[in-house]
Structure formats: C-alpha cells, structure tokens
C-alpha cells in the first residue's frame, strides 16, 4: 500500500514540477505576438467607424518591417473627428496623440501635430477638424509587436489607427535614454531614481512590517483572556508605550527627513505642466464636389454594404470617386487606373468598391451613383452594424480630379437598413 | 424564565480546540493559488490574450472563463448545500466550549474571507486598471477580467456567503435573527459582481475613459466601503464571546444558548464586555 502511495506521490510530484516550470518558463521566455495584434476589431463598430478616422498612415519601418534596438522610426499620417459624433460616446476634444504597442516594447522621442512641436502636453481638438501627426519612436526591447498610432480622449477612451507588426532585432544591454535637463545635467531615463525609489519603498515597508510583527506576536487568544479576566489595563504596558512614540516620532522625522534630503539634492524644480493647447484645424481641402448619401442598407448574407450618394461637382474638371476608409479598412475603386493595393500600406484590405454608373462626374453636372462593396471583412473586422445598438455607419470617400487634387467627404451617421435574406425566418 | 448554566462544572478546554492552523491552510491555498494564475496571466496575457477574434484566445482564456464560471456554480451550490444539511438542529443544546469554538472558526473563515477580498479587490483590480493602462479596451472578456471578475469575485463571494451559511446554521445569535451588519459584510462586496455587469454595459455602451474615478465605477468603491460592516459583526458577537470566555475559563454564568437564540440583541449588549 505504502509503494503505491509513494508512487502516486511521485507522479503528482513531477507533474506539478513539470507545469511550475512550463509556467514559469514562459513567464521569462521573450515575447511574440506576430499571430494577433492588439484586437482593436473588438470594440463597437459605430465606434470605430464614427469618431475618429485615421488616413495617409505611413510607418518609416515599412515593408521591412524590421529595426534594432535603439533605431529610431516615424509614424505619420492625419486623423478627422468626424462632423456628427455619436451621442453615445462622450466628447471632451481634450486629446493625447499616442502610440499603441503592448508595453513599453519602444519610447516615443517627440511628436508634432499640425507642425507645432509637443512631448508632454495633451490637446484640445474639435469636431469636423483634420489633424497632421508626426511621431518618432525608438526601439527599445528586442521582439514582434503590434504597434500604431492612437488618439486618446478625455472621456471617450482610445482610438485607434491601422497596426503594422514590427520586428526589433538586437538585444536590450547597453540600451540607454539620455535627456538633458534644463540645469544642463544629462540623465539616463532608464534607470533615472529608480535605486531612490526601491530604497525609500523598501525602507517604508520594512518600518510597516515592524510594526505589525510587534503587535501580532503578542499572544491573540491570552490577550482575549485578559480582557474577560478584567485585567485588560495589562495588555498595553510601559513598554509598548515607548514603542508607539518611538514609532510615531520616528515616522514624522523620517517624512521630515527625507523631504528635505530631496528638497537639498534638487533644489530646482518645476511643478507638473498641466497646459493644454488649442490645435487649429488643417486647412480644409478644395472642394470639388458637394455630396449628400440618400440610403443605406447592409445585405447580411451577401456581406455587403452599399449606398446611394447625390453628387454634385463644383469644379472644372471631372470627379472620380476612388475610395471608401472606415475603421482602418480600405476600399478602393478598381476602374480607376493605377488605384492599386500596395502592400506597404498599414489598413486593412477591404477589397474593390464597385461605383455605378462608373463614369466620371463632369463639372456642373449632378448624378447619383450607387457605392457598392461586397467583402468578408465586413465580418471579418467586426463592422456588421446589424448587431449593433445603433444601425449606423460612417467613414471618409476620397473624390479625386485628373489633376491628383483630392477632396474627403465624411459619412458621419448614416442610418444602415439590414437586409437578412428571403431564407431568413421567423420574426414579426 | 430564561435558562442559565453554570460553569463551574465545565473543564478548561484543550488548546487545540483554538488552533490556528484551519486559517492558515485557507490563506495558503488561497494565495498558492493565486500565485499560480498570476504566472498563467504573466506567460499567456500578452502573448494569447489582446485579440478576443483569435483561436488561441479561445483556447487560452475562453476555455478558463468557462471552466471557472461552471466551477465556481458549482463550488457555490456544494458549500451552501453542505453548510445547510449539517447544520446543528439542536442549538438550544450547545455546551459553552463548542459554541466558543465555533465562534473562533467564524472568525477564520472571516479572515479568510477578508483575505479572498483583499485579492479580488485590492490586487487584481489595481492589475486590471494597468492592463487598461497598458492596452487597449478590448472586451468585456480581457484576461484581466477574467481572472478579476469572473474569479476572484465569485470566490470570495463563495467564501463571504459560506461564512454567513456558518454564522447562521451553527451559532445561536445568527440563527433566527437577521444579522444586518454581517449581511452588509457579506451582501455589500457581493453587489461588485452584478455591479460588473453594469460597468461593462456602460463602457460599451457610453463608453466612459477607464478612468478610476469615472462615476460609472463609483458602484465598486460604495459597495466595496460595505466591508467595514465587519466592525458590527465583532461588536455583535464580542459580548457574546466575552461572555462565553468568562462562563468557561473563569466559572460565571451566561445566558443559555436558548435565551440568545429568543432574545440576540440582549446576547449583544456590550455590558458583556465589562468585567
């Protein structure tokens, strides 16, 4: 019986042996998330599709997609509030252009938006504006990650652009950060106070500790007894009086003490900058064509939105319309020469968005043409609005001349009729 | 008349009755096990966890989500069922010392309880506003969540409920009344997992910043602050205590398990605690 119970044990033994060090092997193992990227596509689709857009992304890495440690890359390109924000989604338009990677896997050296100059500051959009970026990054932890540009708002939450993965190459040693402070002193933000911290931090537990380990270690239960016994002025002695003022002295002079040591060793410095600016808008965009989409339905089991746009051109040169972009989706126009995927591009593919009648709209002329895109991304990405609690789609249409000149026309809160198909029972 | 029993026929219990080591065992567990999950979160969050489209997110954490939720059910059911059918069916007949006992095991499993709170509530909540930190909101099905709400709430929901299950099915004062502190104590840090609910439907239909003082979380906070009701609890049941104390160790009468369970409040008193 003994063998038995000693072979069981055994077995039980080194299975938990052989799970303890699969987990913790992989806890220290590098990290790769080249299989799925950061599941933006989770969030509602009126929330990706009605807020913020993000266009002309373009990574300085692509289409390597490869970088070493401490190589510094860009990220820029342009987002547009959209003109009729969903109600349901609060809008501050207090703003911090970010960069989305899991973890601090790079550092984000500077940014500018609209050209002017930022690194700290938080800024305050409007609704209907367009806004340029530029973000330069450097690599920083050897891995593959998902990465991109996002827009956080006050209120609203994140936002988020087309993801690329990239590949940094290298390894972390000798890795370092310098700044230069306004004294003139250069610092190395990597390791900047961090032994200050873990001392202070270690200190002020160890002083919590102590304390606990005096008043636990006395006896509960005796303790307990005294009270019933009527002796309860016992339980707290002479001696425990010296240690509670030892203590709360002690703690005072140590806060006292350490504020001025640290007010000694920086005597300079400057409170946290809570300022926000105010970014004006990009310019707007000639206008070629003025627009006006009349329906739109989403056939569920074609997987395929389409709609009718009222389009009348206000320029002097015919007007094509050579895309539709929505939540990092793209979908172009194939009957439009040289409007081809390039696979350096960060979006989604949506696949071809087929426009009848097919024909440029001549200056002056108004027409109505029906948009059409049929594509398992529709599923794919999660942007199926019949699921949704408020059936609506947005995003931009991208009209274009013969002379390259481009005109955005924002689709901000079309109502979006479901079609299910004759197949489809049951209901009212 | 109320019954009175006099101690001075009753032997000093043996020590061991007041053993500590039932706590023990239950923090050990509790906090190997959480250790364990906290290595499962460190090796397959990142790495399994940001697309909840995926199939390894599936495997990785649906699966888990699952498995817990039916196991916890099921967990629950179990300690109620078995906390209910052994329950004592002659309180009015408890001897002093055991219903001292009992008293102490109430307060080990409260402390375990407090301990269970202190990892749902405290540590892997302030993990879960990092992981907000650190990612994107994804669903209401993060790896985060689903060791946070959907694990370490329901358990000490288990445990919080089955301490209640104890007070009421074996101590004399919790039986027939209704103890409002205790059931605060344990009602109160409940009302977080319904509250999750709708935390969740707010963030995806309002879509509040995951900014911790976002009115949309200020139901967590007030229902976690339910948890000082402990304060009643002990000034509920340390008269009776005390009381039992004097009766065993020290040869004074005490009111009989009878007289507690008609009258509680008067069990209650804080005279008891005078000497």
Known sequence: MNNVTSHWEKKIKKILYGLAAVIIGSSFSSVSFAVQGMGAKSQEAFLRMRTVVFYDTQFSFAPANRVKVGDEFSCTGKVMLMPTWPQEIPFSGISFFNFFVPGPQVLRKAIWVNEKYFQFNSVVLEKGGTYAYKMVLQARNPG?????????????????????????EGTRGGFTNPVKTLLGNT????????????????????????????????????????????RKDELFNPMDRQVCFLFTVGTIVLVAAAAMITKAQYPVTIPIQETKYYIKPLPPEPTLIQAEVTDATYDVPGRTLSFHIQIKNVGDKPVVL??????????????????????????????????????????????????????????????????????????????????????????????????????????? | ???????????????????????????????????????????????????????????????LLLAELALEALAFIAVCTWLWITRDKNLENISPVEELRRYWNLGLFIVVYTVAIYWGASYFTEQDGTWHQTVIRDTDFTPSHIIEFYQSYPIYIILGVGSFMYAITRLPMFARAF??????????????????????????????????????????????????????????????????????YYGKTAASPTKVMDEPEKAADPIYCEV
Not at chain 2, 15 to 36: H, K, T
């Open chain 1, 144 to 168: 593959t990650y998902p990465m991109g540009p996002m827009l956080s708002m006050e209120e609203a939450g994140p936002f988020i652009g087309p993801e690329e993965f990239l590949t940094i």
């Open chain 1, 187 to 230: 610092v190395d933000l990597e390791n900047y106070g961090t032994a200050r911290m873990i001392t202070w931090t270690l200190l002020t537990t160890v002083v919590g500790i102590v304390w606990l380990v005096y008043w636990l270690s006395k006896p509960f239960t005796r303790r307990l007894g005294l009270v019933a016994a009527g």
């Open chain 1, 322 to 428: 050579k895309e539709f972009l929505t939540a990092n989706v793209r979908f172009l126009n194939p009957d439009i020469p040289g409007n081809n995927w390039n696979p350096s591009f960060p979006e989604v593919n949506g696949g071809p968005m087929k426009v009848s009648p097919s024909e440029p709209i001549n200056p002056g002329e108004t027409k109505t043409v029906e948009v059409s895109m049929q594509s398992a991304e529709w599923e794919n990405q999660r942007l199926t609005m019949y699921h949704e609690t408020t059936n609506r789609f947005g995003g931009l249409l991208f009209f274009t001349d013969p002379s390259g000149t481009r005109q955005i026309y924002a689709i901000a809160d079309q109502i979006v009729i479901p079609k299910f198909g004759g197949t489809v029972g049951g209901g009212m």
């Open chain 2, 1 to 63: 008349m109320a019954q009175t029993t006099t101690a001075t026929t009753i032997a000093i219990p043996e020590r061991s009755l007041f053993s500590w080591n039932r706590m023990w065992l239950g923090v050990g567990l509790l906090s190997g096990w959480y250790i364990l999950v906290n290595l499962y979160e460190r090796a397959f969050a990142f790495t399994k966890g940001l697309d909840y489209t995926s199939a390894e997110y599936q495997t990785y954490w649906m699966n």
């Open chain 2, 179 to 248: 103890s409002i502190p205790y059931a605060v104590l344990v009602g109160s840090p409940l009302m977080i997992f319904p509250n999750v609910g709708l935390n969740e439907f707010g963030h995806t239909r309002w879509f509040m910043e995951e900014l911790f003082v976002a009115p949309l979380h200020w139901g967590f906070v007030a229902f976690g602050w339910g948890a000082l009701a402990i304060m009643g609890v002990w000034l509920q049941a340390c008269p009776r205590v005390y009381e039992l104390m004097k009766q065993v």
